[in-house]
Nanobody, 126 residues
Framework: QVQLVESGGGLVQAGGSLRLSCAASGRTFSSYGMGWFRQAPGKEREFVAGISRRFGNTNFASSVEGRFSISRDNAKDTVYLQINSLNSEDTAVYYC???????????????????WGQGTQVTVSS
């Protein structure tokens, strides 16, 4: 069992930046690939970014590539999502997820992630 707790969300002006954090506890953090998803009102949950458990390979949704970055600190059992150049379409609840997959390219489908956090709200004002 892995428990995930997100933090760092909030209200930010368009063009601003945020860094989301996800602290993990329970099983060995380094044994899991990690991902960030988001869900806007009235929309399905969508993949944002992922990072593999080995080598730190990353994968990004096309809508965020170049603006978002993902990193992990296995010593702190934490994964981060740096969000830059925010726009109104980034407004959503952001979820952290952990999966036991070992793919070189982090998967984009939610079904590959067994554990989920409660989410943190990101609201972008224009």
């Amino acid at each position: 069992q892995v428990q995930l707790v997100e933090s760092g969300g909030g209200l930010v002006q368009a063009g601003g930046s945020l860094r989301l954090s996800c602290a993990a506890s329970g099983r060995t953090f380094s044994s899991y690939g990690m991902g960030w998803f988001r869900q806007a009102p009235g929309k399905e949950r969508e993949f944002v970014a992922g990072i593999s458990r080995r080598f730190g390979n990353t994968n990004f949704a096309s809508s965020v590539e170049g603006r978002f970055s993902i990193s992990r600190d296995n010593a702190k059992d934490t994964v981060y999502l740096q969000i830059n150049s925010l726009n109104s379409e980034d407004t959503a609840v952001y979820y952290c997820a952990a999966g036991s997959w070992d793919a070189r390219t982090p998967p984009r489908v939610p079904e590959r992630y067994e554990y989920w956090g409660q989410g943190t709200q990101v609201t972008v004002s224009s």
